[in-house]
């Protein structure tokens, strides 16, 4: 059975650090690029970071840039986001999903809170 499964999530200060990791069942992550998305109250989603098949390109949103690192481990087939230098407009519940435009999987969600 394909699965995702988000842990990490949690209340952190602004400026704080915060570590996501996402755990793939059902399919290889070598085969499959691989995001994170975020969605804040009354905001629409938004594509946080992705990681190529390979391993080999990552791209990130703007917003994350130089804060945030996506990175996969896939003798473990997990991944993680390493969240640095968080604000509050980083709140949201973040989802991690199979694909990078377009995602066919999704995890359940995690919420990170930011308090300013």
């Known amino acids: 059975q394909l699965q995702l499964v988000e842990s990490g999530g949690g209340l952190v200060q602004s400026g704080g650090s915060l570590r996501l990791s996402c755990a793939a069942s059902g399919f290889t992550l070598d085969y499959y690029a691989i995001g994170w998305i975020r969605q804040a109250p009354g905001k629409e989603r938004e594509g946080v970071a992705c990681i190529s098949a390979s391993g080999g390109s990552t791209k990130y949103a703007d917003s994350v840039k130089g804060r945030f690192s996506i990175s996969r481990d896939t003798s473990k087939n997990q991944f993680t986001l390493q969240m640095s230098s968080v604000n509050p407009e980083d709140t949201a519940v973040y989802y991690c999903?199979?694909?990078?435009?377009?995602?066919?999987?999704w995890g359940q969600g995690t919420q990170v809170t930011v308090s300013s």
């Open positions: 999903a199979r694909g990078s435009q377009f995602y066919d999987y």
